[in-house]
């Protein structure tokens, strides 16, 4: 165990360099000159105050400079700071980061309450009435992109039920209630899909799980067929589930723009999507390295999952 | 009780104390896309508690699915089965699930084949072989684990402390079959179904299971149904035999009766296919001529009549029912079983008719009585 988290944080590492690198050259080759962020189009007239600026930035130095100086900088915990607003990258990102974690991880949470009995009852009944319906409703929740989803919530609950907001954004710290009420929503508009995707995958291999000796043999000792599904079935059946639940948050991170922008939340979805608009190259290299970071360390999680889950892994590592 | 009216017998008087398992015209279909299957074509047999029998054929012969069917396991939407399946009295194949799942495992245990894939790989074995006393009969956590522990030290698996905690990929195949009987053994059940429990063995842990299968049986007073194709498991190890072929019983009697006054031509030639260890090195194997015949497409009449050496023409038109053999209750379904004149005339007409079957069976009673020769001969006995 600990040679695999020493060998994972090596590979963390080298991961975080070279994505740094490589968005650093492609925020370098993009058209548009960062000198347009820092200063209006009318005010380049002044040749002497744009060269300065551009000294003052430190724009005139060669790309691998430029990588170095920020690498150095990054290393201490400062990201640089946005050239658009002139805040600290990283106090940016301490600010939104929470916000875009707690809808993703309610809305993982709350696909897996679903999913979990779910498709563990439709492999049960495979073929049967209650699998063909289920079937259905998660063929029906893929094929829903979230912003049909998400308002057809709003709609529902915000509308028609004034059950919570149909936008903005409660920090905890205004309380858990206030906060959750605003997490409703857009965390339900992402999880009717990743519910829909966990229910399939777990459905599929629990169905070939049942048809294995042991299942049989569990059912030979009297056993219920809870006890048989959820005890002896199910562990067998997760590693799927694991691995796609481990790629849904990894693409959640970035991936819940949509629902940032549906309900107005100042997520980090928002930010990198508006700093690559700006060229705000420093929120763009500071948030595509966290987000590299989180999906490192999310496989990780994922890995140490499998051998939880399966101890013939754990002996082969 | 039931709407059968045919069997009033069984209903009148009630079952003896000492009878556990009285199965009657059991027939289990398949419905397959194909057309229907009749895996299990009629069979009927009674075991007396504390007994053994053996149920042996080949490899889609029925007999797995006969023991699933008695024991209600067969899985799927298809599957039908009718007949009875009398246990201590009571019809298996008219009870719920419910009743059936207090049943299983806690009066009515199964071995199955491969102990590579009968144990859950994610489960500890500790809790693999008490889960089901704990369920049944309430047993708390702690005295399920002493049990789990006398259990894995009476079926000889050593060091059982440290291998309670451990999942069935740490062990091997053998030790993996013990976790399995112990597993089974673990409620007492009056009756024990194994089947092939030794298949996936390699042959020296074979015989140790056997024998660890045969003391538990003693021990315990338990009844056991062994379902094994090798007639080897059977000989010398359960009480009666019962030899299945296409679905239907063609012979059964007490294995010594079975061994020693063979009827049937099919189990004569099961016996021939065994090898033996007197025969000379190389001696070819004597393998039952064409091929077991597939169940939508069963031949007119004996289903064995197209491998039988002694197959007549009323073979092929009329099905043999079970008839006895003596008055010891040996039972054979053949118009001209073994050791009968009748018998010895098919063989001779068939053989001047040169069948194949018979051609080959004629070439392995010669080369037998060389192999006899070599096999005496002094060099050979002090290799």
């Known amino acids: 165990m600990p040679k695999m988290i020493a060998s994972r944080l090596l590979r963390l590492v080298l991961t975080l360099l070279t994505v740094s690198f490589a968005t650093f050259v492609m925020v370098n080759v993009l058209p548009g000159d960062a000198i347009n962020a820092l200063i209006p189009i009318d005010a380049q007239q002044d040749q002497e105050f744009v060269e300065q600026v551009r000294e003052e930035w430190g724009l005139n130095d060669p790309m691998l400079v430029r990588y170095g100086r920020w690498l150095g900088n990054a290393v201490t915990g400062d990201l640089g700071d946005s050239i658009v607003t002139g805040q600290p990258v990283t106090a940016e990102i301490t600010h939104r980061l929470p916000i875009t974690l707690e809808i993703m991880f309610v809305a993982v949470g709350l696909s897996l309450l679903l999913a979990v009995p779910v498709g563990v009852f439709s492999a049960y009944r495979e073929g049967k009435r209650p699998d063909r319906v289920i079937s259905g409703f998660a063929q029906l929740g893929l094929s829903m992109p979230v912003f049909v989803t998400g308002l057809i919530l709003i709609y529902i609950f915000a509308l028609k039920l004034n059950w919570f907001p149909a936008t903005g954004w409660n920090r905890p710290s205004n309380g858990i209630g206030p906060n959750l009420k605003t997490v409703a929503l857009p965390a339900m508009s992402l999880a009717i899909t990743e519910a829909a995707v966990y229910t399939r995958v777990l459905r599929s291999d629990m169905i070939s799980t049942l048809k294995e000796n042991y299942i049989l043999s569990a059912r030979a000792k009297g056993l219920t067929d809870r006890f048989v599904l959820f005890r002896h079935g199910l562990r067998p059946s997760l590693l799927t589930l694991v691995t796609v639940v481990g790629l849904s948050v990894g693409t959640l991170i970035g991936g819940t723009l949509v629902v940032e922008f549906l309900f107005a939340i100042p997520g980090i979805g928002r930010r990198i999507f508006s700093a690559i608009y700006q060229r705000d190259f420093m929120m763009v290299q500071g948030i595509t390295v966290l987000i590299t970071a989180f999906y490192v360390i999310v496989n990780t999680v994922v890995d140490v999952a499998y051998m939880v889950i399966d101890p013939r892994i754990r002996r082969t590592n | ?383």
């Open chain 2, 1 to 383: 009780m039931t709407t059968e009216g045919t069997v009033v017998a069984t209903l009148d008087v009630p079952a003896p104390e000492s009878e556990i398992l009285r199965v009657e015209d059991l027939r289990t279909s398949f419905f397959l896309p194909i057309g229907e299957l009749e895996a299990v074509r009629g069979v009927s047999f009674l075991l007396q508690r504390g007994r053994s029998l053996g149920i042996v054929g080949e490899s889609g012969s029925g007999k797995t699915v006969l023991a699933r069917s008695i024991m209600r396991l067969n899985v799927g939407a298809n599957v039908k089965t009718t007949g009875r399946a009398l246990f201590e009295g009571r019809d298996l194949l008219s009870l719920d699930s419910r009743e059936m799942r207090k049943l299983w495992g806690s009066k009515i245990a199964m071995i199955f084949q491969d102990p590579m894939t009968s144990l859950n790989p994610m489960v500890k074995i500790g809790r693999q072989v008490t889960e089901h006393l704990r369920k049944h009969r309430g047993v708390g956590r702690q005295a399920a684990k002493q049990t789990a522990l006398e259990l894995l030290n009476e079926v000889r698996i050593p060091e059982a402390e440290s291998r309670i905690g451990r999942f069935p990929h740490e062990l091997s195949g053998g030790m993996r079959q013990r976790v399995s009987i112990a597993s089974a053994l673990a409620c007492e059940p009056s009756l024990l179904f194994a089947d092939e429990p030794t298949t996936a063995l390699d042959v020296t842990v074979q015989h140790q299971i056997l024998n660890l299968l045969s003391r538990e049986q003693d021990q315990r007073n338990m009844t056991l149904v062994m379902v094994t194709h090798d007639l080897g498991v059977v000989a010398g190890r359960t009480d009666d035999t019962l030899v299945m072929y296409a679905g239907k019983v063609v012979e059964k009697a007490s294995t010594i009766e079975i061994f020693g006054r063979t009827s049937h031509p099919y189990t004569e030639a099961l016996m021939r296919s065994i090898p033996r260890t007197t025969q000379a090195s190389h001696t070819p194997l004597v393998a039952i001529t064409g091929r077991p015949p597939v169940a939508t497409h069963l031949p007119k009449g004996c289903a064995f009549s197209l491998r039988c050496p002694y197959a007549q023409l009323k073979c092929h038109e009329e099905d043999p029912p079970l008839t006895p053999i003596g008055n010891s209750g040996h039972e054979a379904a053949c118009w001209f079983p073994v050791g009968t004149d009748a018998n010895q005339e098919a063989f001779e007409r068939n053989l001047s008719d040169r069948l194949p079957q018979t051609l080959v069976v004629a070439d392995s009673l010669i080369a037998g009585k060389i192999g006899q020769t070599v096999g005496d001969s002094p060099e050979e006995g002090s290799a």
